[in-house]
């Protein structure tokens, strides 16, 4: 079964703890996306990476890290930094970027709560 | 940049009734649309897209969206809505300039009364 994949569905950060939201796809895709998702204001960019080894910020990058070494894996890391990390957190994959635009296709989310 | 704006929080149709959600975008050219539905707790599933053509997209689960340039919207559509269309329902631009970025309206919440 071709798709994407996030884990764990449910995570929980103490003050002062990095966490890592892991996103795997399976699908042969270029690009991946994280987004952030708050009630009320649709979904913002954190970080996307069009090819491996490679990535850039988004609209709201303060307080995230990223890492591309593989085409399957876009892990996302929330640091200590990012002071209301409290949100859904939604991983996305879309084919390569040449020749247009390409449709997104979303992994199920995780739920990230502070303790 | 592109902007998306989606009047409606919340909307609540009865079980049969027909259905319109409203999207409107800003953006200097012609743009790529997307509809997304997202159950509570899940991802977000593609519904429809437009990128040229036809201006009547038809997509999955009974839902057509019509593109409008001269009014900058791309509503979506069901003539009966069953009660497990209830869900958040997103609208996305994305420009033909920037790569594969997409901008996301705030969503519509629709409730199906019985």
């Known amino acids: 079964d071709g798709g994407i994949t996030q884990s764990p569905k449910y995570l929980f950060r103490k003050e002062g703890q990095n966490v890592t939201l892991s996103c795997e796809q399976n699908?042969?895709?270029?690009?991946m996306y994280w987004y952030r998702q708050d009630p009320g204001q649709g979904l913002r960019l954190i970080y996307y990476?069009?090819?491996?080894?490679?990535?850039q910020k988004g609209d709201i990058a303060e307080g995230y890290s990223v890492s591309r070494e593989k085409k399957e894996s876009f892990p996302l890391t929330v640091t200590s930094a990012q002071k209301n990390p409290t949100a859904f957190y939604l991983c996305?994959?879309?084919?390569?970027?040449?020749?247009?635009?390409?449709?997104?296709?979303f992994g199920p989310g995780t739920r990230l709560l502070v303790l | 940049a592109q902007s998306v704006t989606q009047p409606d929080i919340h909307i609540t149709v009865s079980e049969g009734a027909s259905l319109e959600l409203r999207c409107n975008y800003s953006?200097?050219?012609?743009?790529?649309l997307f509809w997304y539905v997202q159950s509570p707790g899940q991802g977000l599933q593609l519904l429809l897209k437009?990128?040229?053509?036809?201006?009547l997209v038809q997509g999955i689960k009974g839902f057509e969206a019509e593109f409008k340039r001269s009014q900058s919207s791309f509503n979506l559509r069901k003539p009966s809505v069953h009660w497990s269309d209830a869900a958040e329902y997103f609208c996305?631009?994305?420009?033909?300039?920037?790569?594969?970025?997409?901008?996301f309206g705030g969503g519509t919440r629709l409730m199906v009364k019985p």
């Open positions: 996305a994959s879309s084919p390569s970027r040449t020749g247009g635009i390409k449709t997104q296709y």
């Open positions: 699908l042969n895709h270029d690009a």
């Open positions: 990476s069009q090819i491996v080894n490679d990535f």
């Open positions: 953006y200097g050219a012609t743009p790529y």
């Open positions: 437009y990128f040229s053509g036809d201006t």
């Open positions: 996305a631009v994305g420009a033909r300039n920037a790569g594969n970025m997409l901008t």
